[in-house]
């Protein structure tokens, strides 16, 4: 039972690397950039931001005390009075795209084959409606759904592109070698998992010295390049 335990993590963690190098193998622009990010300077553009796990009552106090925010989201609607119906992603999320139909007790109502079939079939509304008013639609960062389900749902062409979102790792080497941030990617991913089954599994009072300021008991090094920037160091392992 050990052995075939070892056996089955060490290919766990050889697909890892596998998966991270591939990621950043790529320093120029996906070839799906222009149908994800380009938008008409004549006519009327739509652009969504879902902030994952941000409080909305927060929005207005952020922009009041700084006017650099308030200046650049110049245009946009702020909807103080929304909720999600759920308290998670999982669930609060299939309502924001799918409406009230989609919220959990009305999907909890009807006949689906699962959970991923019932997301993949609450975008069809909103994307079908906004191809009837002849936008161009593009997703990025779907997820708890495939863009294969969501395609078999919504009328036919009626998505430019549509990325789940593992599709920002195509963007770091590009983004890297742009503003001459050099990455190393030093990270051992076997010794990685070890240290975060660790944390898992420890006492809160011990947690701050494992995770170490994100070096995670030095698994992971600061590198100056990163600190130069003023940014913040992402190492994205794939799981």
């Known amino acids: 039972m050990i052995l075939s335990i070892y056996v089955i993590y060490i290919s766990f963690s050889n697909n890892i690397n596998t998966t991270l190098k ?10 799906y950039n222009n149908d ?33 925010i308030s200046d650049a989201l110049n245009g946009f609607v702020y909807y103080p009075d929304t909720l999600t119906s759920g308290n998670h992603t999982l669930s609060g999320e299939i309502g924001i795209h799918g409406g009230h139909q989609s919220i959990p007790r009305n999907i909890n109502k009807k006949e689906y084959n699962s959970i991923t079939d019932a997301i993949s079939k609450s975008y069809a509304p909103l994307i079908n409606s906004l191809h009837e008013k002849s936008y161009d639609i593009s997703l990025a960062g779907v997820q708890f759904a495939t863009c294969n389900d969501i395609r078999n749902n919504i009328k ?4 430019k592109t549509c990325k789940d979102i593992s599709y920002e790792s195509d963007y770091v080497n590009y983004f890297a070698k742009k503003n001459k941030i050099k990455i190393n990617y030093t990270v051992n991913d076997n010794d990685f998992l070890l240290v975060y089954g660790l944390f898992s599994v420890s006492p809160y009072v011990f947690r701050g010295e494992i995770y170490n300021s994100g070096q995670w008991m030095h698994v992971i090094e600061k590198k100056n390049s990163c600190q130069q920037y003023k940014t913040i160091c992402i190492f994205k392992l794939n799981y």
């Open 22 to 31: 591939k990621a950043i193998s790529n320093d120029t622009i996906p070839s």
């Open 36 to 68: 994800l990010s380009s938008y008409s300077k004549s006519k009327k553009n739509i652009v969504v931001f879902m902030l994952d796990m941000f409080t909305g009552d927060h929005m207005l106090k952020i922009i009041n005390e700084n006017k650099n």
């Open 156 to 159: 036919p062409n009626s998505l």
